[in-house]
T-cell receptor
Framework: GENVEQHPSTLSVQEGDSAVIKCTYS??????FPWYKQELGKGPQLIID?????GEKKDQRIAVTLNKTAKHFSLHITETQPEDSAVYFC???????????FGSGTRLSIRP | NAGVMQNPRHLVRRRGQEARLRCSPM?????VYWYRQLPEEGLKFMVY????????ESGMPKERFSAEFPKEGPSILRIQQVVRGDSAAYFC????????????FGEGSRLTVL
């Protein structure tokens, strides 16, 4: 079955700097890769996603890149702000799979 | 539009008791997923249901855990004879049919077993 690995587990960046979180997946048939943000005491919320027919997608300060050959994808947050502090999860879903498998999460802290 | 509603938000049970967690999906959503999150860990898939059908229960422990999504009413995750290791946050997510993947999560139910 699908396995998703995520690094780093914790990340601290200065406000205004960029943050990058990386994930790898095992199932070459996976075709959907969402990223979720979870704030303390709340449920995860989708922030951006990418499908396997696209190499990069951007939404304001957030971008995601996908390398199908290497089976890895990354989240990039630019001009970080205090409200970006949260836990971020990557995930993957295969074309025939019914479930979405999540990475172990990255706790991002933005230093003022 | 109401989001995914989970209740109770917090539940305390003693070892050996039963826990029932309820999830009402977003209006118009016919797919429900349950995930478990241990403290400081990721989201572990448990089960995927459609109305009156279990589609994928590969993440469910073989014993004591069951899930249903009846034709009417919320989805229920039931844990019998709870043990301390069942203490976790249980998240429900829903999606419409043929959504392509996006899940909408509830706020979670936090189970504490004493």
């Amino acid at each position: 079955g699908e396995n998703v690995e995520q690094h780093p587990s914790t990340l601290s960046v200065q406000e205004g700097d960029s943050a990058v979180i990386k994930c790898t997946y095992s199932d070459s048939a996976s075709n959907y890769f969402p990223w979720y943000k979870q704030e303390l005491g709340k449920g995860p919320q989708l922030i951006i996603d990418i499908r396997s027919n696209v190499g990069e997608k951007k939404d304001q300060r957030i971008a995601v890149t996908l390398n199908k050959t290497a089976k890895h994808f990354s989240l990039h947050i630019t001009e970080t702000q205090p409200e970006d502090s949260a836990v971020y999860f990557c995930a993957a879903k295969g074309s025939s799979a019914s479930k979405i498998i999540f990475g172990s999460g990255t706790r991002l802290s933005i230093r003022p | 539009n109401a989001g995914v509603m989970q209740n109770p938000r917090h539940l305390v049970r003693r070892r050996g008791q039963e826990a029932r967690l309820r999830c009402s999906p977003m209006k118009g959503h016919s797919h429900v997923y349950w995930y478990r999150q241990l403290p400081e860990e990721g989201l572990k898939f448990m089960v995927y249901l459609q109305k009156e059908n279990i589609i994928d229960e590969s993440g469910m422990p073989k014993e004591r855990f069951s899930a249903e999504f009846p034709k009417e009413g919320p989805s229920i995750l039931r844990i019998q004879q709870v043990v301390r290791g069942d203490s976790a946050a249980y998240f429900c997510a829903s999606s419409p049919q043929d959504s392509g993947g996006e899940l909408f999560f509830g706020e979670g139910s936090r189970l504490t077993v004493l």
